[in-house]
């Protein structure tokens, strides 16, 4: 019999420990000044460490803008981490 093998699926205390961590890479520097640059630009890298093939699906042709609050694009990059 075939076995198949899936990601592991990660539940929102996950994310929010893996987000936290990625927050604590991005002001040590690890991400380069561009990720330091503005709140938004911090929180595009964020998205792209959390999850980059996620974040390439949905916000790498149009990222986040400073004041842009987009819940469609956060329930699919959600969704996207949870399959």
Known sequence: MDRVI???NLNDSEIK???SECYADIDSGLWGGQ???SSIAKENCALKCLSP???ELIYESDPLEEGEK???????FKYCMYK
């Open 6 to 8: 899936r990601p592991i």
């Open 17 to 19: 420990k893996k987000k």
């Open 35 to 37: 990720c330091k640059s």
């Open 53 to 55: 093939a996620c974040y």
């Open 70 to 76: 987009d819940f469609i694009r956060s329930q699919e």
